[in-house]
């Protein structure tokens, strides 16, 4: 599996408000590790979060040094355009990290992009942490705690600090059989939302972009709810 690890910080907990301050990937392409990491000048002044600067410790003065979102966004298409791959994302409770990720792709129009390249589920390691609590035992359920149950030691609250971490507890855990399998962040049993539906059906099995020409699969054609939910997404990317 070729795996992208993600960690991001950002200026506000409220992503609909907030700005993007640090975005750090982990490439694993058959075994050979890629980084990217890069930081963004936050716009919104008022979203601004003490809370959130406790976390990244990043002061607001500090980030207006940073470059343009739009420059960072330029530089995450050329990073995903280096491999000839599909993504699995790997995160560490990642629901607001995978927003601001996607924020940012919808925003500087990579939606093309990254449907291409990247697998719609994400695999988040505090879910598969406590599918295997009572082999794991921590005080917590912080990235810290468990880093600290492997003897693992980093510099918390730094993106790539954090991303780099959680790729190794992926490895580690994965190695951990489990009763409880369902880490992956979608809900294969019970009844779809539209949100999950768009992330099984714009999933590779039904349908791939490449250079501005759409492929639909058998599984896609056969199913007429994946047919509804692909072609609403290509009206608002091809059209809107």
């Given amino acids: 599996m070729n795996s992208l690890t993600i960690d991001c910080e950002f200026s506000s907990f409220s992503v609909e408000k907030g700005d993007l301050l640090q975005l750090a990937l982990v490439a694993d392409i058959n075994g050979e590790k890629h980084i990217f990491n890069e930081y963004a000048r936050p716009i919104n002044r008022h979203a601004w979060s003490i809370e959130a600067e406790r976390v990244h410790q990043i002061s607001w003065i500090k980030s207006q040094e940073f470059q343009p979102i739009e420059d960072l966004a330029k530089k995450l298409a050329e990073f995903l355009d280096k491999f000839d791959t599909v993504f699995t994302i790997i995160c560490w409770n990642g629901a607001t990290d995978k927003r601001y990720f996607e924020k940012t792709i919808r925003q500087h129009l990579m939606q ?32 810290t705690s468990v880093a600290k149950h492997f003897n693992i030691t980093f510099g918390a609250h730094d993106a790539l600090e954090d ?75 091809f059209v809107e």
């Fill in 112 to 143: 093309k992009q990254y449907y291409y390249k990247v697998r719609p589920n994400w695999i988040d390691v505090l879910k598969m942490v406590r599918s295997r609590k009572t082999q794991i035992k921590v005080p917590n359920m912080q990235l």
């Fill in 163 to 237: 991303a780099k971490v959680t790729y190794r507890l992926y490895e580690l855990v994965n190695a951990i059989k489990s009763d409880d399998c369902n880490f992956i962040q979608t809900s294969a049993n019970a009844k779809l939302t539209e949100v999950e539906k768009r992330q099984k059906y714009l999933d590779i099995k039904y349908v791939q972009i490449s250079n501005g020409e759409v492929f639909l699969t058998k599984d896609a054609t056969s199913d007429k709810e994946a047919m509804r939910v692909i072609f609403s997404e290509l009206w608002t990317l």
